[in-house]
């Protein structure tokens, strides 16, 4: 069976810094690109990051550039997001994604999605 498991949420004030990761079982992605997405209460879902399993190339969210980054264990089959310098407007629960061959940044381009793991930033 093909999953996408996120963890690593929660609860940080303003400034910290959270990881994320994105366990993938099922299948193998190495020939695919791998996003994370977000979703704020009330707003749709939105482009974070995406790289392809490789990283020869990545795409970064204008807002989250320089605070966040992308990374991949291919041993462990695992993608994570690391952010850094968290803002009350990164509240949101984050979702991991995978697409064989995406169009654009849309969530429509993406085949597999995880479950989303909340992340809560205060002031």
């Not at 949420?9 to 079982?25: F, P």
Request: proline letters at 3%; one cysteine or more; glycine letters at 10%.
């Amino acid at each position: 069976q093909v999953q996408l498991v996120e963890s690593g949420g929660g609860l940080v004030q303003a400034g910290g810094s959270v990881r994320l990761s994105c366990a993938a079982s099922g299948h193998t992605f190495s020939n695919y690109y791998m996003g994370w997405f977000r979703q704020a209460p009330g707003k749709e879902r939105e482009f974070v990051v995406a790289r392809n399993w490789r990283g020869t190339t990545t795409i970064y969210r204008n807002s989250v550039k320089g605070r966040f980054t992308i990374s991949v264990d291919n041993a462990k089959n695992t993608v994570y997001l690391q952010m850094d310098s968290l803002k009350p407007e990164d509240t949101a629960v984050y979702y991991c994604a995978a697409s064989i061959s995406p169009s654009d940044s849309s969530p429509k381009e993406y085949d597999y999605w995880g479950q989303g793991t909340q992340v809560i930033v205060t002031s």
